[in-house]
């Protein structure tokens, strides 16, 4: 049977060399986050993590024990990001799972690797997991200290030339993440089973519960309370709240005394994952994907106020520095746009004389549609200006739109009663989109009331046209 033409490029990527799978993957990653040839981009990476994860698309239901790379990772599947955005503490590239996976097989542990490779084959002969719990963790505890061998090596050897083996710089750095991760697997394990489903707010009660179940000290050292502190937030419903537990065991909201403990690392974490939250939101903007927008916004509005607010930063500290710099990185990508939508808004609903209406681009719907996105992107933007820096130009523009929007909405119902036969369709159209836009910046009833003034200004000079 013939190969269709996602299996042979399945097969071309499986016959690529480990290091160009990976340079693949990152050059198609950097590609979707700059937005180009997305529907190319999305395909082929798509079927290159299949080959790499060695999974085929059929084969989804397939038992979990076939896979020894899937069963080591287990535990450090709420740590794993993609992309192209820097790392934060608590972090690991998925695509460093690969090279290092790799480099068991051939150099870290062959022997444990293979060794686990034939009890699995011996789970599926037959037939039950017995006995997979243990081995899976016997093989966890061995990928763990091969890893601190490695980073650690013998007296005389060239740990550079040792670690560049196992692959690039990216990977290097996540390797004693993983290692720390596999080795205190229970640890982590038993701290996700005493904190709650899902935290709403990291209320006093709360922070006692969560300190209580932080307190195991293979969890305090600085490689792994990161990691700790990575899944606390997961279950945060707004998780800048992580800063309230730096703040408790500082006793001080002051930002130095919380600098000088261990927990400072929440409010390092905290700003990084707002910066990457605004670099999620510069790129929505700028593809002009605005409907994630609005949610965005609040969890960036609350919580640069809430570090604003509950922590006592200066101006000149790094912390400070940083939070500044992600409120003008928030601005400026907000600002350029909400200033070009009064310059749609007019190419749309401009009054045009009647002789001019025939050379006039036609109005497309789906840009009237772009345009009401925009115009709620600013209503959405107004709520949250004052803390994110936009508040002079956010209600400057609101209120220009909603003075134009009104005066022409009002001027193009009165053109439909005198507009002859060959303009009236064009103003028609453009009465339509101001009514859209209308429903936006005055609310559903006013925009009623204006489309059946419309509807009536058309029968009223149908009627009279008849009667005359």
């Not at 698309?57 to 287990?74: I, K, Q, S, V």
């Not at 949610?295 to 912390?319: C, F, M, P, Y």
């Not at 840009?367 to 004052?386: G, M, N, P, Q």
């Amino acid at each position: 049977m013939s190969q269709t033409s996602t299996e042979r490029l399945r097969d071309y990527l499986a016959q690529l060399p480990p290091q160009s799978q990976a340079l693949l993957m990152r050059e198609f990653e950097r590609a979707i986050e700059r937005g180009e040839d997305l529907a190319v981009a999305n395909f082929v990476l798509e079927q290159l993590r299949k080959v790499v994860r060695g999974t085929e698309e059929d084969d989804e239901a397939r038992p979990r024990t076939d896979d020894p790379a899937r069963l080591l990772y287990g535990p450090l599947e709420p740590f794993l990001v993609e992309g192209n955005f820097p790392v934060r503490a608590g972090q690991i590239r998925r695509a460093s799972l690969l090279p290092v996976w790799q480099w068991l097989g051939r150099d870290g542990a062959p022997e444990a690797v293979r060794a686990f490779e034939a009890t699995l084959s011996g789970i599926r002969l037959s037939g039950s997991t017995a006995g997979l719990g243990a081995a899976t963790r016997k093989f966890q505890l061995a990928t763990a200290e091969a890893i601190v061998k490695i980073a650690t090596p013998v007296q005389g050897e060239d740990r550079h030339r040792a670690l560049s083996r196992i692959g690039s710089p990216n990977v290097v750095e996540d390797l004693l993440s993983i290692g720390a991760v596999l080795r205190a697997r229970e640890a982590m394990e038993t701290l996700g089973s005493r904190l709650p489903g899902q935290i709403r707010a990291m209320t006093p009660s709360q922070l006692e519960t969560v300190t209580s179940a932080l307190n195991v000290p293979s969890l305090q050292t600085p490689q792994l309370l990161p990691f700790a502190l990575s899944l606390i937030m997961q279950r945060l419903a707004a998780p800048w709240q992580i800063i309230r537990l730096a703040v408790k065991m500082a006793a001080s909201d002051d930002e130095i005394r919380v600098a000088a403990t261990p927990y400072g690392i929440a409010v390092t974490i905290a700003l990084h994952d707002l910066s990457f939250l605004t670099a999620c939101l510069r790129t929505d903007i700028r593809r002009g994907h605005f409907d994630n927008v609005g949610d965005q916004l609040k969890i960036l509005h609350d919580g640069v106020r809430g570090l604003r607010t509950e922590l006592d930063l200066r101006n000149d500290s790094a912390w400070g520095r940083q939070l500044t710099a992600i409120r003008a990185d928030i601005s400026n990508s907000l600002q350029s746009e909400i200033e070009s939508v009064p310059g749609r808004v007019r190419r749309i609903l401009r009054q045009r004389a009647d002789k001019d209406i025939a050379s006039a681009p036609k109005i497309d719907a789906a840009e009237v549609e772009e345009i009401a996105a925009l115009i709620d992107f600013v209503a959405v933007c107004r709520t949250y200006a004052s803390e994110l820096a936009i508040n002079e130009v956010t209600l400057r523009t609101y209120s220009d739109l909603q003075h134009y929007v009104e005066h022409s909405t009002e001027s193009l119902v009165q053109a439909l009663r005198g507009a002859d036969t060959r303009a009236r369709a064009y103003r028609q159209m453009q009465a339509k989109a101001a009514i859209r836009f209308c429903e936006i910046l005055f609310g559903h009833d006013y925009a009623s009331l204006m489309n059946r003034a419309a509807e009536n200004a058309v029968t009223g000079e149908r009627k009279t046209t008849k009667a005359g």
